[in-house]
């Protein structure tokens, strides 16, 4: 015998199959639009390559190494952001000179000089804090993080 309503009337199963389907689907779509949310809002938007690859390592981590992960990096962030951005200009420097309508060899390479030691100069502000987030998260948090590494990796060299 099917389940009885408040009412008094038997429940058809398809009412009960379209109920859990529905609160799957809402569940799913109310979950894909926080994501894109708080993607849009936080460390990943826009912001730099290395902003971007940091969100998507926080977010392949399981939900305690990810909170871990992130406060370390968001506690450290005065130690390494002005060397970020540096990195970033440098960066976007680079790409102008090297799509320059003329191309100029001598700004090229000297754009690429300092485009190298702006890198240096974040990583030597920045290693620290790697460190100090990778020791926040469990084994198996950091075997994910290589293995999303090694995947992003062989997606970019398939292209």
């Known amino acids: ?16 199959i379209a109920l859990a389907v529905s609160i799957v689907l809402n569940l799913f779509f109310v979950a894909l639009i926080g994501g894109h949310v708080l993607h849009n809002r936080g460390i990943g938007a826009g912001g730099t390559p290395l902003m971007r690859a940091l969100a998507r390592a926080e977010a392949s981590l399981p939900p305690r190494d990810a909170a871990a992960f992130g406060a370390v990096l968001r506690h450290d962030a005065p130690r390494y952001s002005d060397a ?10 680079l790409r102008r000179r090297i799509t320059a309508e003329h191309f100029d060899e001598t700004s090229v390479r000297q754009a690429l000089l300092n485009w190298q030691t702006a890198w240096n100069g ?3 502000k920045f290693s620290d804090t790697l460190v100090d987030a990778l020791a926040q998260v469990s084994p198996e948090g950091r075997r994910r993080l290589v293995a999303e590494r090694r995947s992003a990796v ?3 060299s398939a292209h």
Do not use: C, D
């Open 84 to 93: 970020m951005k540096q990195l970033e200009a440098a960066r976007q420097e």
């Open 122 to 124: 974040f990583f030597e």
């Open 1 to 16: 015998m099917g389940t009885v309503t408040r009412s008094g009337r038997a429940a058809s199963p398809w009412r009960r």
């Open 154 to 156: 062989q997606r970019s």
